[in-house]
C-alpha cells in the first residue's frame, strides 16, 4: 500500500485529532496531497489539500478554522490537525496523491488513494 493513513478514534466533541499519512514512495515530495472523508450515506468530501511544496493549501468551508493540513517531505508524511471537533466531522478519512509539481488542488486530479482512517466524534 503505497498511502497509509492513521491516528483515527474516537473523540468527544471539542476535541482534537491528528491524523498523519505516510507515503512509502520516493517521490511524495513531488505531489500535490490531501485528505477526504466520508460519512455513510453521503458523498465524498474533499476536506484539505497541499501543494507538493507546502505553499499552496485549500480547505473546505465545513473545516476552515478547525483543520490545520501540512507535510513533512523529509519524512514523506502528510498530516491534518484536527481541533475543535464535531459530530459532523464523524466520516472515514483517506488520504489521497493529486497532481505531480502541480498546485492547482484540483479535486479531480487526486487519483492515487490510501485506506481509510475512521474517526468518531461523540456528542
Known amino acids: 500500500v503505497q498511502l497509509q493513513a492513521s491516528g483515527g478514534g474516537l473523540v468527544q466533541a471539542g476535541g482534537s485529532l491528528r491524523l498523519s499519512c505516510a507515503d512509502s514512495?520516493?517521490?511524495?515530495?513531488?505531489?500535490?496531497m490531501g485528505w477526504f472523508r466520508q460519512a455513510p450515506g453521503k458523498e465524498r468530501e474533499f476536506v484539505a489539500g497541499?501543494?507538493?511544496?507546502?505553499?499552496?493549501?485549500f480547505y473546505a468551508d465545513s473545516v476552515k478554522g478547525r483543520f490545520t493540513i501540512s507535510r513533512d517531505n523529509a519524512k514523506n508524511t502528510m498530516y491534518l490537525q484536527m481541533n475543535s471537533l464535531k459530530p459532523e466531522d464523524t466520516a472515514v478519512y483517506y488520504c489521497?496523491?493529486?497532481?505531480?509539481?502541480?498546485?492547482?488542488?484540483?479535486?479531480?486530479?487526486?487519483?492515487?488513494w490510501g485506506q481509510g482512517t475512521q474517526v468518531t466524534v461523540s456528542s
Open positions: 514512495q520516493r517521490t511524495f515530495s513531488s505531489y500535490d
Open positions: 497541499i501543494s507538493w511544496s507546502g505553499i499552496s493549501t
Open positions: 489521497a496523491q493529486g497532481g505531480l509539481y502541480s498546485s492547482r488542488l484540483n479535486q479531480a486530479d487526486f487519483r492515487t
